[in-house]
């Protein structure tokens, strides 16, 4: 089976690429400077922002249906990012160095499995999840902190 994994639109972000502190904050965001190799998982090109990056850290509402699994939470992305990840049966890297829960929603945004994987080896997972025939798509987050990472769908 193939799958394919998505990050964000950069579209809704753009706004903030280069908002003064004090403007940033009046929106409940903040700014800071990766200080460490793998600690700023980007949610748009699905990379770790590299040391002396500026990130934003914001909420954001991943799970926007209207269910009982409506859901927001704290996500990095990078300032000035552009091009959103998109691709085919290919794991980025940020996610395949992590613990990933992933969550599978039918049709009607209900969670109806889920999984526990280390990031090497979530293509199985994944498949394993998507074979399902009531599962329309898959959230993958970072299990520690459970922050959103990126959306799987059926390619």
Avoid: W
């Avoid at 903030?16 to 460490?36: K, M, S, W």
């Avoid at 499995?113 to 997972?125: K, S």
């Amino acid at each position: 089976m193939t799958f394919r994994i998505t990050g964000l639109s950069a579209a809704p972000f753009r706004p903030l690429f280069g908002l003064p502190e004090n403007e940033l904050a009046a929106r409940g965001v903040h700014r800071y400077i990766a200080d460490q190799k793998y600690g700023f998982p980007d949610r748009i090109e699905l990379r770790d922002a590299e040391l002396g990056e500026a990130v934003l850290l914001l909420n954001h509402t991943h799970q926007p249906a209207d269910s009982p699994y409506r859901s927001s939470h704290a996500i990095f992305i990078l300032e000035g990012a552009t091009s959103t990840f998109d691709r085919v049966n290919e794991v980025p890297e940020p996610m395949r160095r992590r613990t990933l829960s992933l969550r599978a929603f039918d049709r009607r945004h209900h969670v109806v499995d889920a999984d526990l994987v280390d990031g090497r080896d979530a293509e199985g997972a994944i498949e394993r999840l998507l074979a399902r025939p009531n599962v329309d798509y898959l959230h993958a987050h970072y299990a520690k902190f459970g922050c959103y990472a990126a959306r799987i769908e059926r390619a």
